[in-house]
């Protein structure tokens, strides 16, 4: 039961490291490890430490819970999808006051949306 948790715990690596645009080798370089021993996480032939996910995930800029849940998220991921997870870890990379800004922009835009869309289901009905 190990091996297959292994071989999800690879397939959701790739799965996110794939998204990110990012090779074996770079995010092993983040990591500070051989590009063989990250390749073996990855292809499931080891199980890494829980620190050591711990790490791959915050290299990676997701939590562990999206981690393990990186089937569901990257089910269908295409170009638009990789495009806006890109974005959202870059928006994550700002500071405190940088991402009060484009949340603060983000949510009036969302209001908007909603109050247009609410009058419009008024006007129809």
């Given at each position: 039961?190990?091996?297959?948790?292994?071989?999800?715990?690879?397939?959701?690596?790739k799965k996110v490291r794939e998204a990110k645009?990012?090779?074996?080798?770079?995010?092993?370089?983040?990591?500070?490890?051989?590009?063989?021993?990250?390749?073996?996480?990855?292809?499931?032939?080891?199980?890494?430490?829980?620190?050591?996910?711990?790490?791959?995930?915050?290299?990676?800029?997701?939590?562990?819970?999206?981690?393990?849940?990186?089937?569901?998220?990257?089910?269908?991921?295409?170009?638009?999808?990789?495009?806006?997870?890109?974005?959202?870890?870059?928006?994550?990379?700002?500071?405190?006051?940088?991402?009060?800004?484009?949340?603060?922009?983000?949510?009036?835009?969302?209001?908007?949306?909603?109050?247009?869309?609410?009058?419009?289901?008024?006007?129809?009905?």
């Amino acid at each position: 039961m190990t091996y297959r948790l292994s071989m999800k715990l690879g397939e959701a690596l790739k799965k996110v490291r794939e998204a990110k645009n990012l090779s074996q080798k770079e995010l092993a370089g983040l990591l500070g490890m051989a590009q063989a021993q990250y390749s073996r996480i990855e292809s499931g032939k080891t199980d890494p430490s829980f620190s050591a996910v711990v790490k791959i995930a915050k290299a990676l800029g997701v939590t562990l819970s999206e981690l393990f849940s990186a089937d569901e998220i990257f089910k269908d991921v295409n170009a638009y999808d990789k495009t806006l997870l890109e974005k959202l870890r870059l928006i994550d990379s700002l500071d405190e006051v940088e991402k009060k800004s484009i949340y603060n922009i983000v949510d009036s835009l969302i209001a908007k949306k909603k109050l247009k869309d609410n009058l419009s289901n008024l006007v129809a009905s």
